[in-house]
Structure formats: C-alpha cells, structure tokens
C-alpha cells in the first residue's frame, strides 16, 4: 500500500538553528508532495508544493523542500527557526494525480527552545 | 470571503447517537474532502467528492456517509456513533486535482471539528 512516512514524531531546536524535518513515502511514479502546518487548534496551512521541474521548492515562511527521486524522500528545511515557527507538520503525497486523494504523514511536532 | 468553514466546532455524542457535521466553502471548489486526525496517525482521508452530487470512499470510509447536493456544502454523517469515531474532523475543498502546478489545486482545510463520542 501507498505510504508516507515522517520518522520524527518530536523535534527540538533551539531558536536561529537550522531546521529539516523527513518525509519519506512509498515507491511508485513521481507523486505530487506538500508540506502542510497546522498550529494549536487550527485547521491546516499549505507551506509549499512538488509537482515537477526544479527540485528544490521554496515556500511560505521561509521554508523550502527537496524532492530527492533516488531517495524517495521530500525533506522540509529552514535555515534559522523562530519561535512562532512551534507547531505540527505533516507530509501529504497525491499518488493518484486525477482525484486529489491525499495520503498524510503521521506528522512531527516542532517544538523550539528560546 | 470565509474559505472554509466547519460546523459544530465541538460536540459530544453518546454511542448510538447520530450527528451531521456541515462544511461549507465560497470558494467555488469542485472537490471537497472529509479528514479525521488522530494522534500518531496524521489526517487519514474518510470520503470525498469531484463535484456537486458525487461522492466517493476514501481510506477510512465504515461508518460515515456523505452527501453533496450542493457545490458549496459537504456534509458528513454518522448514523450510529461508535466511542472508535471519536477524533478531529477537517474539511478540504480544492478548486481541481488537476496537477498542472497551478494555484487551483490546493486542498485548503477548515479550522476543524472535535467530536467526542462516550
């Protein structure tokens, strides 16, 4: 079955650290890859999306993510954490293309040290 | 201009009991989707619909019903709660899934609905 997979439930940084969370997902044709956020008791936010061309991909919030096809993996970076950057994020891979299905990661929950 | 929005944003069932969560967008989507998120599990995708009047299963489909008589309403249904359905339920909605890199089909997702079944 399709997967997707985020190995870090947890993170810690320290704020002005640089920041990379993994997502891995299942083989198969180049899917379509999003990072999504989602604060406190809010619904989600869209960082940034993957659908073809350049693979590295810049997003909101000074984020960016690169699609690695040799290694399955979309990894979401950011060179200096603030401390409204703490929050949930999660991978989402579209395999199918044609229905928008998305399939989520388990999420990682940043947490970041003043 | 709202985006989407969920209603109710928290409720408490008894098991057996049957509720009607509404999501609404004014955004002209086709597609909408219903979401339940679960600790450890990230968002696993209940049913979804391309388009007003249909309808279709997602991953996690028993025990849900869905219907779309309107392009901006999709409402979910549990005819029988189970203490197993308790969890946070997000609504989506999407101009397309066309992927042609454009605005248009990104999923974007309601402030979410608590539901806790007893």
């Known amino acids: 079955a399709q997967s997707v997979t985020q190995p870090d439930i947890h993170i810690t940084v320290s704020e002005g650290a640089s920041l990379e969370l993994r997502c891995n997902y299942s083989y198969g044709a180049t899917p379509y890859l999003f990072w999504y956020v989602q604060s406190p008791g809010q619904g989600l936010q869209l960082l940034l999306k993957?659908?073809?061309?350049?693979?590295l991909v810049q997003g909101i919030k000074g984020f960016e993510a690169e699609f690695k096809r040799s290694q399955s993996s979309f990894n979401l970076r950011k060179p200096s954490v603030h401390w409204s950057d703490a929050a949930e994020y999660f991978c989402a891979v579209d395999f199918s293309s044609n229905t928008g299905k998305l399939i989520f990661g388990q999420g990682t929950t940043l947490q970041v040290k003043p | 201009n709202a985006g989407v929005t969920q209603t109710p944003k928290f409720r408490v069932l008894k098991t057996g009991q049957s509720m009607t969560l509404l999501c609404a967008q004014d955004m002209n989507h086709e597609y909408m989707y219903w979401y339940r998120q679960d600790p450890g599990m990230g968002l696993r995708l209940i049913h979804y619909?391309?388009?007003?009047?249909?309808?279709a299963k997602g991953e996690v489909p028993d025990g849900y019903n869905v219907s779309r008589l309107k392009k901006q309403n999709f409402l979910l249904g549990l005819e029988s709660a189970a203490p197993s359905q308790t969890s946070v339920y997000f609504c989506?909605?999407?101009?397309?899934?066309?992927?042609?890199?454009?605005?248009?089909?990104?999923?974007?997702f309601g402030p979410g609905t608590r539901l806790t079944v007893l």
């Open positions: 989506a909605s999407s101009y397309s899934s066309i992927t042609s890199g454009s605005s248009t089909d990104t999923q974007y």
């Open positions: 993957y659908f073809s061309g350049d693979t």
């Open positions: 619909s391309v388009g007003e009047g249909t309808t």
